[in-house]
């Protein structure tokens, strides 16, 4: 479930590197498949770890702009 809109909540990115990319998930943005092998972002909520979520690259980037938490310089941070 998606926090509501502006809901900004503490969150962990973690990269997925691809060699430990071994399952299939689902991007939350998207709902596209994140294949196996594939190098993606895991999101972790710090209150609620349960809740994390596995993104596209790209969507998270997308959704980052969205929610206006981008600052320059975090294209490089990953
Ligand atoms: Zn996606």
Request: proline letters at 12%; hydrophobic letters at 30%.
């Amino acid at each position: 479930m998606m926090p509501p809109r502006g809901r900004l909540e503490p969150e962990v990115v973690r990269p997925i590197q691809p060699y430990q990319a071994r399952k299939e998930y689902i991007c939350p943005r998207c709902d596209g498949i994140i294949g196996l092998g594939v190098f993606h972002l895991v999101v972790i909520p710090e209150d609620s770890p349960d809740l994390r979520r596995h993104w596209h690259h790209g969507c998270w980037y997308k959704e980052r702009r969205r929610r206006g938490t981008i600052t320059p310089g975090d294209a490089s941070e990953l």
